[in-house]
């Protein structure tokens, strides 16, 4: 189902960033034209704000009236694309059109590419089922593919986000805890364990982080690159430096 804009607030709000944020920038002086990569970055950024106000309109909220809790609820239960509307959220602030709210930004290491469904899918079909691969791996990638987590949050992870009932598993991702589907829950057990072990063994201060790094005290240095080698999709985490 298509979305659409309801408030006028919202519309007399989004229409002048892209006039002025977007088209300003594509009408270049020099008359070269716009090529397709562009035009199609700023479709993808628009449709995206436009998903975001729908989703606020469905909740009874305008953008003056959005929280920090509506922000993190959307960011958690979407694919990792709805960081593109951080740059308008921004700029609605500063206009006092929205009020300033944490959002995350598009790092180079959360990968300015756009992973392509099929692709993303393929990645989380192998991220389940391959039980050789470790559960570093299995567990980041699939908080990345899944709950839109960019590595400078999963990395920040520690013991402590974390819930098990018994029945179910959950992590604190934002305001509000994200259940976890079978098998993130028992890769997320297993880590927890792991760490609670190497605490055990090497006792220290430092935070429990749920994926440590090489050097104690530190968490791991997460990497995510999205091109076509080999013809494939890859994810690859790597220790800190």
Known sequence: MSSRITSRDDRHALRPYVTWHHLRRLRRPDGRPVTHGQAEGVRHEV?????????????????????????????????????????FLTWAARLGRAPFLEFPAETRDFSAEVIAQDQRWKLVRRLVHDEELDDVIRAAGLLILLFAQPPSRITQ?????????????SIQLGK????MLTPLDDLVRRLVKR???????????????????GYAGRPIRLEVRAGAGAGRSRVRLLGVV
């Open 47 to 87: 449709g995206t704000i436009v998903r975001l106000l729908d989703w606020l309109s469905q909740q009874g909220r305008t953008l003056p009236s959005c929280t920090q809790d509506h922000i993190d609820t959307w960011l958690a239960d979407g694919p990792f694309n709805r960081l593109q509307a951080r740059a």
């Open 157 to 169: 992870l520690t013991t402590g986000h974390i819930t098990d009932t018994g029945d179910k598993v």
């Open 176 to 179: 509000v805890p994200a259940d």
């Open 195 to 213: 760490c609670r072990g190497h605490s055990a063994a090497m006792p220290s201060t430092d935070p429990p982080w749920l994926f440590p790094g």
